[in-house]
């Protein structure tokens, strides 16, 4: 497990642990050491559960645990694998939304907040047509876009 991305400080357990968000993983994870770090009244529990690393390394489990997660005023309990190396603690997909870490967002506009944005794709067309060159050929607006590369 490595460090690179992004890195949140989170209360878990009661102690300030920083940890990775990972939106590309489905399971929170920490190591034993970590763990020997916390004031758990939750005991590790075997699982038969085989976890790999994005490089496809298996990582080594020892069972999983239940901690009570903090950021903000937002607690969650989330349920933990324990790595028996030692690593980054890394916090799931699914656990960043809980703790509204990340959210979506469809919409992005100038001056307008967040709560008050729309999903309306009407004025979509009037956009493509006004700025053009903005579009052509790069990334996808609910239209099929091709685009070529050419060599020297």
């Known amino acids: 497990m490595t460090t690179s991305g992004w890195l949140e400080k989170l209360k878990i357990n009661g102690k300030l642990?920083?940890?990775?968000?990972?939106?590309?993983?489905?399971y929170n994870v920490f190591s034993v050491?970590?763990?020997?770090?916390?004031?758990?009244k939750s005991p590790i529990r075997p699982t038969n559960s085989k976890l790999k690393e994005y490089t496809g390394h298996d990582i080594e489990i020892k069972?999983?645990?239940t901690l009570q997660c903090q950021h903000t005023d937002t607690i969650y309990p989330l349920q933990f694998y324990t790595a028996t190396r030692d690593g980054s603690t890394i916090i799931s997909a699914q656990a960043c939304k809980q703790l509204q870490l990340i959210r979506r967002v469809n919409t992005v506009s100038k001056?307008?907040?967040a709560s008050k944005q729309s999903?309306?794709?009407s004025s979509l067309p009037k956009i493509l047509e006004e700025y053009p060159d903005v579009y052509k050929g790069l990334?996808?607006?609910?239209?099929?876009i091709q685009s070529k590369c050419l060599r020297d």
């Open 33 to 40: 050491k970590t763990y020997s770090t916390l004031d758990v």
């Open 63 to 65: 069972g999983m645990t």
């Open 111 to 113: 001056d307008v907040p």
């Open 139 to 144: 990334g996808c607006v609910l239209l099929n």
């Open 17 to 26: 642990l920083k940890a990775q968000l990972d939106t590309g993983t489905k």
């Open 119 to 121: 999903t309306d794709t």
